[in-house]
C-alpha cells in the first residue's frame, strides 16, 4: 500500500478521501485527477449529500495511474532528449 494512504488503513469502502485532500497528497489540480479517473473509470462517491469524495481504494488506484503517468512521462521526454541530440 502507498505510504500516503497508510493513515487510512485498512482500505475500505467505508473511509472516504476529499478532492482536496487527495489533490494535496498527489501534488495534482482537480482537473488533472479528473482525467485519470475517466481513464480508470473511477466515480465520486456519495457522502452526507456531498460529491466530491473518493473511497480510499479508488484514491489508491488514482495515485497508482498518477505514478505510472509520471514514469511514462519521464521516459519519453529522455527518450525525446536522446533523438534530439543526435
Sequence with gaps: ???NFQ?????D????LSM???CGMLGLLPAQ???VMQETGIKFA???NTVGYF???DAETIANRCSSLKKELADAA???EAATQN
Design 1 to 3: 500500500m502507498d505510504q
Design 7 to 11: 493513515q487510512f488503513a485498512p482500505a
Design 13 to 16: 469502502d467505508m473511509q472516504f
Design 20 to 22: 482536496g485532500g487527495l
Design 33 to 35: 485527477i479528473c482525467v
Design 46 to 48: 456519495m457522502v452526507l
Design 55 to 57: 473511497t480510499v481504494k
Design 78 to 80: 529522455a527518450k525525446f
